[in-house]
């Protein structure tokens, strides 16, 4: 700014700039134009006692006169507004000091606009504080002056110069002028600030209504995505589901061996489409805040098991060595926890281990950190002997569609998610998840979880297992079932099942038909299609609760859906019935489910009555 001006350059232009504030401006124009007027009236003062030859007065008014011209000079060259203005009260006070003490001897009304001045000057240049301190100053000195004088002390016995009565107009004059001018000069400066900052303010309002918009356009694109993504899983899920369901169906037939091999390739590629479609919906679902932790009862090393059961198979297939820990703290305990997302971590992280490791282990630990009375922390960590990540990519694989190089897709497959997705399911925990690793020697992942305990012992006898799953094909083959269910593919299916099941079944293609068919007969238990021509399954659900025939109307009703919207559990029970069972159905869930619920029912139709 003023480093770039010619030093004989005096123009204020050369100090003002657009970044400064509005006051600023208004302190540096006052400088700039106040030295400009001190120098014209210092200026004449110097003639006209050069011209009286007063000495003394001479010697005064010229050296006033100089450092007014270094004073200004200073401020135009450097811009440096608060050192001048110091100076200049600083001068001021010292002044006022001799005026008081030495020169005059006396407080008259010159001395007081003299200390008003000061007052005016330092509270509208430097602020509060520098206001308050050169206010004192000036003031504390004026006021003992007075005080003394009263008492008829004098201090020093200087005899006092006369001053006549039009230097004393002429002084109140200048004061008076010097005031208006000031309280104008900054009454307009806050102004301008005030209409700035509603400017501002406006401008402020106008970004918030464009953001409020643009942020809801963003929730309802992101909405509509969620939407399509549920609605294109339904779609794809379905084919899916009959594609895998048939292929298992065909695999107990007693296929011929190359067959058999055929079918294997089906089934694989149609899972892992599958777990593709639930890969982009689960993250879909993360990401839009809808996946929340349950808190239920777990069983930790059954848990681990079952996840590690199928592992095992596929990392000896790969001739690796599978090793699952369990710390003997953790076993017959009863922790809570949410088992499916911890299946889904755990699964994640061992597949990961077992895809990226050619040869040696992969190794499931969960290990007891810390034990508390009511809880315990678990380290849990999947280990491998794989090809390692490089260091700086260890941050990239937890971003969506990130894998560790563009080589890895053309290895391996996979779409780069199930890690994004551990990282945020542990987020919602507040968990870290930590990895260490080495290229061409392992990785090792880990995370710390707290979960709660609850005390007690429970442990089944295994013989009693074996009994119950006897037990159970009996007591399923007693059931009959109707299922409500549009889809021909689908029908055929568990028509499939059912018979493998030696369960009894009756189908209804659509929700009017189901209801109408459970008025007229006995079932133990329906599953029922969620969308379905005429009268859909929500609408079939609560026409048969509300059925006259309070037997029928508490019959158990499992919802079956392809639908991956996150408020279908909602959804669900709101209309009355008791379970859903995503599709394509795990046979075994759904069996699982089918009992459960029919024992229930028919417990409490034991419980005496009271
Ligand atoms: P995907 O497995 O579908 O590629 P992930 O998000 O699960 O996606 O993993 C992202 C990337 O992280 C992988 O592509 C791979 O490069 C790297 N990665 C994950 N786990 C391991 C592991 N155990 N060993 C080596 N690299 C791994």
């Known amino acids: 700014m003023s480093n770039k001006a010619g030093f004989l350059n005096l123009s204020i232009a050369n100090i003002l700039s657009d970044e400064q504030s509005m006051l600023t401006q208004a302190r540096i124009r006052l400088l700039f134009y106040g030295l400009w007027v001190v120098f014209a009236c210092v200026g004449a003062v110097f003639l006209s006692v050069l011209y009286s030859h007063e000495g003394a007065l001479v010697a005064m008014s010229g050296g006033i006169l100089v450092t007014v011209v270094m004073l200004f000079k200073y401020l135009t060259w450097k811009g440096d507004w608060k050192l001048v203005a110091h100076i200049l009260l600083v001068m001021g006070t010292l002044l006022n000091l001799a005026d008081a003490f030495i020169i005059f001897q006396k407080i008259d009304i010159i001395s007081i606009q003299l200390v008003l001045l000061i007052i005016i000057f330092s509270f509208y240049m430097l602020g509060q504080n520098w206001g308050l301190l050169y206010s004192l100053a000036n003031l504390s000195p004026v006021l003992m002056f007075m005080v003394y004088t009263y008492n008829n002390i004098y201090i020093i016995n200087i005899r006092p110069v006369h001053l006549d009565q039009f230097t004393l107009i002429l002084c109140v004059l200048a004061n008076f002028v010097v005031m208006v001018f000031i309280h104008n000069h900054f009454y307009n400066a806050f102004l301008k600030n005030i209409l700035e900052l509603k400017r501002t303010s406006e401008e402020q309002t106008r970004l918030n209504e464009t953001l409020e918009v643009a942020i809801d356009k963003a929730e309802k694109s992101s909405h509509a995505k969620s939407e399509f993504l549920s609605t294109m899983s339904h779609e794809i899920r379905t084919p899916l589901n009959a594609v895998i369901g048939m292929s298992n169906l065909l695999m107990m037939g007693n296929p011929r061996k190359d067959q058999e091999e055929n079918l294997e390739i089906l089934k694989f590629s149609a899972n892992n489409l599958l777990a593709i479609v639930n890969d982009v919906l689960d993250f879909n679902k993360i ?277 991956a919207l996150t408020d279908i559990r909602e959804k669900v029970f709101s209309a009355g019935m008791n379970d859903y069972v995503a599709k394509p159905f795990k046979p075994d869930e759904l069996k699982e489910k089918i009992l459960k619920l029919v024992h229930h029912r028919s417990a409490r139709r034991h419980q005496p009555v009271e």
Request: aromatic share 6%; with cysteine; glycine share 6%.
């Open 287 to 563: 990401e839009s805040g809808k996946v929340v932790f349950e808190n239920i009862r777990l069983d930790l090393p059954e848990l681990l098991n079952n996840i590690c059961g199928g592992q095992i198979i596929k990392a000896n297939e790969k001739g690796l060595v599978f090793k699952l820990k369990i710390d003997d703290v953790l076993r017959n305990k009863t922790l809570i926890g949410d088992p499916t997302r911890i299946t889904q971590i755990i699964f994640n992280l061992v597949s990961n281990a077992i895809k990226f490791t050619r040869q040696g282990f992969v190794e499931v630990k969960a290990s007891c950190q810390e034990q508390r009375e009511d809880q315990v922390t678990v380290r849990f960590s999947v280990r491998d002997s794989g090809i390692g990540i490089e260091q700086d990519n260890l941050k990239a694989i937890f971003e969506p569609f990130t894998q560790e190089s563009i080589t890895t897709t053309r290895k391996y497959g996979g779409t780069g998610l199930g890690l994004a997705i551990v990282k945020r399911l542990l987020e919602l925990k507040g968990i870290q998840m930590q990895v260490t690793s080495k290229p061409g020697q392992g990785s090792e992942f880990w995370f710390d979880m707290v979960l709660p305990l609850i005390n007690e012992v429970a442990q089944e006898p295994v013989v009693a297992k074996v009994k119950a799953v006897s037990a159970e094909e009996q007591e399923m083959s007693d059931l009959h079932i109707l299922v409500a269910e549009d889809n021909m593919v689908n029908t055929m299916l568990m028509k499939k099942f059912f018979s493998k099941w030696h369960v009894r079944s009756t189908f209804a293609e659509n929700g009017e038909r189901a209801v109408e068919m459970m008025s007229y007969g006995n079932f133990d238990i329906v599953l029922m299609d969620l969308q379905m021509p005429v009268l859909n399954g929500f609408d079939a659900a609560m026409e048969i609760r509300k059925m006259a025939d309070h037997q029928k109307a508490a019959v158990p009703i499992i919802a079956l859906t392809a639908s």
